[in-house]
């Protein structure tokens, strides 16, 4: 096995760092892979925000409800990003209405899920750990306005990097004969039957942000996860809306 797939097959989500920051040079490696990421089209329509000044990491932190956002030594925010090429061509005297439809939209989204998970691999490899945090999410608004991110821009996911302080357990997962299909999808007939095992597993796994027990079953996480649906996060397409992106055909 090559040295990135071992690293690949280490991966957990680190939550704690050591109170160090991340060399100059590493970083910048760092932000040169997310330049060089795949990108729809070629129109680098996404960005990162690095937040550097720790009030408003504490904003974001509180936003995320999550204490170890403002710890974490390196905070990068990727947002799509149509802001830039809408301005560009107007530059050159075009009005591009299509930088606002949905296309465009996922496009930048899948972009800066693309960099993002790319930082991560890189990040990984040079013994750093990561946190991604959807958490922003929690009031995308209220993320817009700390990182006064103009029209055209969204923001997607936040990235907290640094020198891991814990060792968690690798996570377990579903076999992925659930999850890989060969031409045309599969559906079981029992799925609480095929994932037996996996929901034994998952009960000696150890969340190091609730110590001293193991985690529910996977399929009591599934439904206790769908009965408490975040209310804050429904109404995210308001906030697509907001930042001048149309949701229509
Ligand atoms: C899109 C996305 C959003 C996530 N958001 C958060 C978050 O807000 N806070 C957090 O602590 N972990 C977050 N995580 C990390 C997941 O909880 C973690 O990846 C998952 O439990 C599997 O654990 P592992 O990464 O250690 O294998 C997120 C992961 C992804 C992919």
């Given amino acids: 096995m090559n040295e990135t797939i071992r690293k690949q097959l280490e991966h957990r989500t680190i939550r704690e760092?050591?109170?160090?920051?991340?060399?100059?040079?590493?970083?910048?490696q760092l932000i040169e892979v997310a330049r060089r990421t795949a990108t729809h089209t070629g129109m680098q329509a996404c960005s990162i925000i690095r937040v550097t000044d720790q009030e408003?990491?504490?904003?974001?932190?509180?936003?995320?409800?999550?204490?170890?956002?403002?710890?974490?030594?390196?905070?990068?925010?990727?947002?799509?990003?149509?802001?830039?090429?809408?301005?560009?061509?107007?530059?050159?005297?075009?009005?591009?209405?299509?930088?606002?439809?949905?296309?465009?939209?996922?496009?930048?989204?899948?972009?800066?899920?693309?960099?993002?998970?790319?930082v991560v691999t890189a990040a990984e490899s040079e013994g750093l750990g990561t946190v991604y945090l959807g958490?922003?999410?929690?009031?995308?608004?209220?993320?817009?306005?700390?990182?006064?991110?103009p029209e055209l821009t969204f923001p997607v996911l936040g990235l907290g990097i640094g020198y891991p302080a814990q060792d968690p357990q690798l996570k377990p997962?579903?076999?992925?004969?659930?999850?890989?299909?060969?031409?045309?999808?599969?559906?079981?007939?029992?799925?609480l039957e095929e994932i037996r095992d996996y929901?034994?597993?998952?009960?000696?796994?150890?969340?190091?942000?609730?110590?001293?027990?193991?985690?529910?079953?996977?399929?009591?996480?599934?439904?206790?996860?769908?009965?408490?649906?975040?209310?804050?996060?429904q109404n995210m397409l308001d906030a697509i809306r907001k930042q001048g992106f149309q949701l229509t055909d």
């Fill in 17 to 28: 760092f050591k109170d160090h920051s991340i060399p100059h040079e590493i970083f910048e």
């Fill in 56 to 118: 408003i990491k504490n904003q974001i932190a509180g936003v995320c409800n999550q204490e170890y956002v403002a710890r974490a030594p390196e905070l990068l925010i990727f947002i799509v990003d149509q802001y830039r090429n809408y301005q560009i061509a107007k530059e050159k005297n075009f009005t591009a209405e299509s930088a606002k439809d949905i296309n465009r939209f996922f496009a930048s989204f899948t972009d800066a899920c693309l960099m993002a998970q790319n």
């Fill in 135 to 149: 958490s922003i999410h929690n009031n995308t608004e209220k993320i817009c306005e700390i990182l006064k991110l």
């Fill in 173 to 191: 997962r579903m076999d992925m004969r659930l999850r890989v299909f060969e031409n045309a999808y599969v559906a079981f007939d029992n799925y």
């Fill in 199 to 233: 929901d034994e597993e998952m009960r000696t796994y150890y969340d190091l942000r609730d110590p001293g027990r193991t985690v529910d079953s996977f399929s009591a996480q599934v439904v206790s996860r769908f009965k408490h649906s975040n209310p804050k996060r």
